[in-house]
């Protein structure tokens, strides 16, 4: 007899005999002559209850099944003379694996913080709103691969250890095999000649660069996967390993990007309405109660284009004592991107044509000299959601830019030589998974969407 998942049995068209679910104990409630036992099994939101008689077999195992024991049951799914429940099992067998110290186990049937829960993140995945977080979650990492499997897209794993900095903003955690000290009066070329690359290396902080090398060879490409940031920050919304979703487009230009952008969000948005609608109304209820009007807005409107000088014109008509100044040739924080989207447009905004000086070296540079091909896609709750360019296809443009921003065109020999042999225009962007999540579930820490968050001082799991 094969194993029956929670889900499955809940929304079976059937009674069932024999069944056997396996899953952990959620709740235990005694009356006279049988006890309740709520499982699951991480499949659904919804615990199934199961109904073991004191005097049967299955109950001499009863004394030792608490909250967060780990059992297998064997019966027979019946209609469920209670409310808000099709079925329950009628246990003939119960056979436990696990115990849990009910003195100790520190999920008990009660609220507990978020910050509670990040100190064990081992445990939390147990509780309603993690499951279904991490449910949703997995959802969505799916529906990137079908999204752009369906387009033609290829997957592209790209390296995690690099030897160069993508952002050029020197925020790499060393790889490194070397002693924790150099010899004295070593050079730091020669100290690294010694380790086990011959050269720094360092964890990547994005795909992008050999995206684009493959993007010059396959046409369109995209990476999924790990990207790091020794950035000493504690906020909200920055932790020092995330993911990130990066396309790279050939023959496309930034009007061709922002397209792609406004595609991607929105299928992946539907996905998650679509799939996780139980997990999705959790969140509603008990974390964001605007939600699903702001999901409604996502998916049900065309994004606002604005070039970003129209943006800084909006935010210093409006009134608004932000935290941070607004000028031309500033970068948008937060507060102004939210702004832009939650109570001007009360819609995502792309904002595009930023001053080259708060963008990076490969972005494409526009003709008016001052500004580079580059957007920045808003989203309500959330701020940026992705970030992306045209890239500089230019031999020379591309070398100069290179030089302004103080780094050494020689590390960057291979970038340039796309430059050099039938280059094309083309065009990407990064999108934050993590970010994603907290826009479709309200959660306002990216601390809490990431399974096992690595933040400043902790590294825990």
Not at 230 to 245: D, G, V
Not at 377 to 386: C, I, M, Q
Request: with cysteine; hydrophobic share 40%.
């Amino acid at each position: 007899m094969n194993r029956t998942r929670v889900k499955a049995a809940l929304t079976s068209d059937t009674a069932l005999d024999p069944i056997r679910i396996q899953g952990w104990v959620r709740t235990r409630r005694d009356s006279k002559g049988f006890s309740f036992l709520e499982i699951n099994d991480g499949s659904c939101l919804k615990n199934i209850q199961v109904i073991v008689e004191h005097n049967s077999p299955a109950g001499a195992l009863l004394k030792d099944i608490q909250t967060g024991a780990s059992v297998e049951v064997t019966g027979a799914l019946v209609e469920s003379p209670g409310k808000g429940q099709k079925w329950e099992v009628k246990a003939r067998e119960v056979t436990l694996f696990g115990t849990a110290d009910p003195e100790s186990y520190p999920l008990q049937k009660k609220r507990h913080s978020d910050e509670f829960l990040r100190t064990i993140a081992h445990l939390r995945p147990r509780t309603n709103k993690y499951g279904a977080l991490f449910r949703i979650r997995s959802e969505s990492a799916f529906s990137v691969h079908q999204f752009f499997r369906d387009r033609g897209f290829f997957y592209l794993q790209s390296p995690i250890i690099t030897g160069s900095d993508c952002e050029g903003a020197g925020e790499l955690f060393r790889v490194t095999t070397l002693p924790p000290f150099p010899p004295a009066g070593a050079s730091k070329t020669d100290v690294f000649q010694e380790d086990f690359f011959g050269k720094e290396a360092g964890l990547t902080v994005s795909g992008q660069l050999e995206a684009e090398l493959f993007t010059c060879a396959l046409g369109n490409v995209y990476t999924f996967g790990p990207t790091f940031r020794a950035e000493n920050s504690n906020t909200p919304r920055h932790a020092a390993e995330f993911w990130m979703i990066e396309p790279e487009m050939a023959f496309a230009d930034l009007s061709d990007n922002m397209d792609l952008a406004e595609d991607l969000v929105k299928h992946m948005t539907r996905h998650v309405v679509e799939k996780c609608p139980e997990d999705l109304e959790l969140f509603a209820r008990f974390v964001d109660k605007d939600l699903m009007e702001n999901l409604d807005a996502i998916l049900n409107n065309t994004y606002v284009r604005l070039p970003y000088a129209e943006a800084v014109q909006i935010l210093e008509k409006s009134g608004k004592p932000f935290e941070f100044p607004v000028k031309f040739g500033a970068d948008l924080q937060t507060e102004h991107e939210r702004y832009l989207c939650e109570t001007h447009f009360k819609k995502p905004v792309l904002v595009y044509d930023y001053p080259k000086e708060i963008k990076a070296f490969y972005m494409r540079l526009n003709d008016d000299g001052t500004t580079v091909a580059a957007m920045d896609l808003l989203v309500p709750r959330v701020g940026e959601l992705v970030g992306g360019s045209q890239r500089e296809e230019r031999y020379e443009v591309l070398h100069r830019r290179i030089l302004e921003t103080g780094m050494d065109p020689a590390d960057y020999w291979w970038y340039l030589d796309i430059r050099r042999y039938g280059t094309v225009y083309h065009s990407g962007f990064g999108l934050g998974f993590e970010r994603f999540l907290m826009m479709v579930t309200g959660v306002t820490n990216i601390r809490d969407v990431i399974p096992f968050p690595r933040t400043p001082k902790h590294l825990e799991f």
